[in-house]
């Protein structure tokens, strides 16, 4: 734990006058240390964007299934699997 602590204390940056480490950027921004990192070493954003861009949050689909009972437990008998297993087949094999 301290050798992680050290890792992310030691890369100075210094933006707007002030000068921290990425971590304490990160607790300061509410931008997730690792996304901060990936900004900033990987993808090489400047650090005006790297510590002021939003996060972006993927959206998440929701799919509405209808289906009766007799026929969720006839795709049932003729995959022989239980319900879990089924949705998740159906998910994996989904479109959008």
């Known amino acids: 734990m301290a050798t992680n602590n050290y890792i992310r204390n030691s890369i100075p940056i210094t933006f707007n006058g002030k000068t921290q480490s990425i971590y304490k950027w ?6 997730p ?8 070493r990987h993808s090489k954003w ?3 964007r790297a510590l002021t861009e ?11 299934l209808k289906i009766s009972k007799p026929m969720l437990q006839q795709l049932i008998n003729e995959h022989k699997s239980d319900i879990k297993t089924l949705l998740e ?3 994996r094999n989904l479109t959008l």
């Open 89 to 91: 087949s159906i998910i």
């Open 54 to 64: 939003p996060v972006r949050h993927k959206e998440k689909a929701t799919v509405t």
């Open 33 to 40: 240390y690792t996304t901060l990192l990936q900004r900033i």
């Open 46 to 48: 400047d650090l005006k």
């Open 26 to 31: 990160a607790l300061e921004t509410k931008i």
